[in-house]
T-cell receptor
């Protein structure tokens, strides 16, 4: 079964400093990986995804993520954090082709990491 | 704004009651997903529909049911409600069922069972 772990419940960073949110995954087939962000009282917003190709994926709002197959990780990064980046971040995985064979397309989410950027 | 709409935004009801949550996917999206977000369980997949047909089931209770209508909107029915059903319920949509399709989430319906 597919699973995702976000080892940190909360990450604190000063504005202007680099931000990293960690994610590790477990799948049977090939991983399709996603990052979402949730602001207070809002739905989840798609940030970026890794399907295949370059291990460094660029997404919205200056975020990027690095896929590392040997470490089964997909860490989210931002070179210079903003106060407005304070939110809840979710990593998610889809197990391909296992899910395709099961005719399903669900995402399995990690527990979320709360990011607090201080001015 | 993701283009996915959900109604109502908030719902307060009593134990034992039945409620219906409604979702309209993004224009052109054929696939609809329902998720439940609670403090103790996190974000859990409930069920997926594609073009009117059930495609996949997750941790959905027998007291819960869903359907997708010909106009592609979807409803999630929750019956015999219990206190533990209090949660944020999200609907998401995607264009198809490809593994690379990202899902776009609605703002959610916050259900409070008293």
């Amino acid at each position: 079964a597919q699973s995702v772990a976000q080892p940190e419940d909360q990450v604190n960073v000063a504005e202007g400093n680099p931000l990293t949110v960690k994610c590790t995954y477990s799948v049977s087939g090939n991983p399709y990986l996603f990052w979402y962000v949730q602001y207070p009282n809002r739905g989840l917003q798609f940030l970026l995804k890794y399907i295949t190709g370059d291990n460094l994926v660029k997404g919205s709002y200056g975020f990027e993520a690095e896929f590392n197959k040997s470490q089964t990780s997909f860490h989210l990064k931002k070179p210079s954090a903003l106060v407005s980046d304070s939110a809840l971040y979710f990593c998610a995985v889809r197990d391909y082709p296992v899910m395709i064979k099961a005719a399903g397309n669900k995402l399995t989410f990690g527990g979320g990491t709360r990011v607090l950027v201080k001015p | 704004d993701s283009g996915v709409t959900q109604t109502p935004k908030h719902l307060i009801t009593a134990t034992g009651q039945r409620v219906t949550l409604r979702c309209s996917p993004r224009s052109g999206d054929l696939s609809v997903y329902w998720y439940q977000q609670s403090l103790d369980q996190g974000l859990q997949f409930l069920i997926q529909y594609y073009n009117g047909e059930e495609r996949a089931k997750g941790n959905i209770l027998e007291r819960f049911s869903a359907q997708q209508f010909p106009d592609l909107h979807s409803e999630l029915n929750l019956s015999s409600l219990e206190l533990g059903d209090s949660a944020l319920y999200f609907c998401a949509s995607s264009a198809h069922v490809g593994p690379y399709d990202e899902q776009y989430f609605g703002p959610g319906t916050r259900l409070t069972v008293t």
